[in-house]
């Protein structure tokens, strides 16, 4: 009976052991009750003290040591008798370069802006690279600020669209009809787009007035034999006050018993683009197999 006993004992200890250890576990099959928190960068916290810590660095002057003191540990940092100015910031670069054995994320972050660009003649944007580390969630400066060279001018990639589209065809109309209702709220709209269509006007409407400059495809004859369709529309849009704004959509159109309708507003337009470097081999593109001509720089 002892024996019996001590092995329901036995039983019972592991059993308030395991209830213990799964209490104290992550459960992965429940759902995460703050999903939203998975949408925020990390870099969001680095970025934010590193625009912080180069704005008051380049701001401060002498005697404001202790303003730097919650960035960075600096010895006999000298800083100049009269406060500068440091306007206009943004992050042109933000990267994580590694995270060290013991849990220290280590990030360089490249904030640019105008310095005295109140009463330079001619503002220069200057670029500023910072090295911070992030411990329990604490970012830290390890350096001062040291100033780097701007980005280089990219690269002009031609648009993959080669046909030009008449105004007065059906493919024409249905781009035509819905820019025109996108941005003046007519109500209208819904003849223009396909039923599984997102998109949706622009309220309240920005503009009284749309006109046409140019429209071009990836398909020839007007798409009369395509089922689907990219276009690129280019318009000049006026408002109430006769503001004119030249603005450009690239569209996706699919043909629906007969009609051309938008099926969305492209993310990005169709581009000629090279596979490797744009700069050399053969050009390739995505809508054509004719070799587009080579990009060039402005």
């Known amino acids: 009976m002892r024996r019996v006993v001590n092995a329901l004992g036995a039983i019972g200890g592991i059993f308030a052991i395991i209830t ?15 999903p939203g928190n998975a ?12 625009r912080d810590y180069v704005t008051t660095y380049l701001t401060a002057k002498a005697g404001d040591e202790e303003k ?23 992050v042109a670069f933000a990267k994580q370069v590694t995270t060290t054995d ?20 001619t503002p220069q944007r200057t670029y500023y690279r910072v090295p911070i580390t992030v411990l329990d969630g604490a970012p830290r400066a390890t350096a001062l600020p ?20 008449s105004l007065d065809s059906p493919l024409g109309i249905a781009a035509v009809g819905f820019v025109r209702s996108y941005l003046t ?33 990836n398909v020839g004859d007007d798409g009369k034999t395509a089922a689907t369709a990219e276009v690129y529309i280019t318009v ?21 018993e007969g009609q051309w309708q ?5 993310a990005v337009p169709l581009l000629q683009t090279r596979p490797e470097d744009p700069r050399q081999g053969s050009a390739t593109t995505t809508t054509s197999t004719t070799p587009p001509p080579p990009p060039t720089r402005n």
Do not use: C, H
């Not at 949408?39 to 590193?50: D, I």
């Not at 006109?211 to 495809?217: F, K, P, R």
């Not at 000049?236 to 629906?256: F, G, I």
């Not at 938008?262 to 492209?266: D, E, G, H, T």
């Open 20 to 34: 213990m250890l799964s209490a104290l576990w992550p459960d992965t099959s429940t759902p995460n009750s703050t």
């Open 236 to 256: 000049a849009a006026r408002t109430r006050n006769y503001t004119l704004t030249q603005l450009a959509y690239p569209l996706t159109l699919r043909s629906v």
């Open 39 to 50: 949408s925020v960068p990390a870099s969001t916290l680095v970025t934010g003290f590193a």
């Open 146 to 165: 040291m100033q780097v060279a701007g980005p280089g001018i990219g690269v002009d990639f031609r648009l993959g669209y080669r046909d030009t589209v």
């Open 185 to 217: 709220g007519g109500a209208d709209f819904s003849r223009y787009v396909t039923s599984d269509s997102s998109d949706k006007p622009i309220q309240p409407a920005p503009y009284a007035k749309v006109d046409t400059l140019t429209i071009q495809a």
């Open 68 to 90: 730097l003191a919650r960035y960075v540990t600096v010895k006999d940092l000298k800083l100049p008798p009269v406060a500068g100015e440091f306007t206009d910031t943004d």
């Open 102 to 121: 013991d849990g220290v994320a280590v990030w360089t972050v490249t904030i640019s802006g105008l310095i005295n660009g109140a009463t330079a003649a």
């Open 262 to 266: 938008v099926v969305s507003i492209a």
